[in-house]
């Protein structure tokens, strides 16, 4: 009987520490968790450095430069067409006034010269005529307006108006024999064709 009471005491005293720290036995269940928990972060992309995010930045405006200065590129472009095409309207607007305004003047022109080259016997008069004639081939000339060759020229159906033809042996085939009225150009563009006698047609 006493052996059972000794072993019945034992066994209350460690079921009474048993009680009295239970968080000893489940302290290696509680340890573990962590664990857990810290292993997920290592999982994540690492941050990139300061090396690479300067490299990347770089990249960046190396973009922005390039569409910058494509955008500048073509609008440059755009204005030196729009330039050039403002001035050559500019210039074919003045070409076409000036053509016109000649045209009309060519007429006056013309009687100066029949009137010039007409028989008179006031000289005086002649003279003043002349002199009229003169003048205004010479504010054609300032203008940039020339007389078109034709006495003695090849025939060009782009420069002469053939209105008659001959033969005449001391020519050669399709040559201006003679000026039945002066032709005039404003550079390249022909303001009048020259009427003209072709010998040899």
Same mark, same amino acid.
């Given at each position: 009987?006493?052996?059972? !009471? ?78 050039? %095409? ?13 053509? !016109?305004?000649?045209?009309? /003047? ?7 010269? %029949? ?26 000339? !300032?203008?940039? /307006? ?12 782009? &420069? ?11 020519? @050669? ?6 000026? &039945?009225?002066? @032709?005039?150009? &404003?550079?390249?563009?022909?303001? %009048?064709?020259?009427? /003209? ?5």
């Amino acid at each position: 009987m006493a052996e059972e !009471k000794e072993n019945l005491t034992e066994a209350a005293e460690e079921t009474a520490k048993e009680a009295e720290n239970p968080a000893e036995e489940a302290a290696p269940e509680e340890q573990t968790a962590p664990e857990e928990e810290t292993a997920a972060p290592a999982e994540e992309a690492p941050e990139p450095s300061a090396e690479e995010k300067l490299a990347a930045e770089i990249e960046s405006l190396k973009k922005e430069l390039a569409d910058e200065k494509e955008k500048y590129l073509r609008l440059d472009a755009e204005y030196y067409n729009y330039r050039t %095409r403002s001035l050559k309207e500019k210039q074919d607007a003045y070409d076409n006034a000036l053509m !016109k305004t000649v045209t009309e /003047v060519l007429s006056v022109i013309d009687n100066f010269e %029949r009137a010039a080259c007409a028989d008179c016997s006031d000289e005086n008069y002649k003279k003043g005529v002349d002199m009229i004639f003169r003048q205004y081939l010479a504010i054609l000339e !300032k203008l940039g /307006v020339s007389e078109i060759p034709a006495e003695g020229q090849p025939f060009d159906p782009n &420069l002469h108006n053939a209105v008659s033809s001959c033969e005449d042996e001391n020519l @050669g085939e399709n040559t201006v024999a003679a000026v &039945l009225q002066k @032709g005039y150009a &404003l550079g390249k563009k022909v303001i %009048r064709h020259a009427m /003209v006698t072709v010998a040899n047609p």
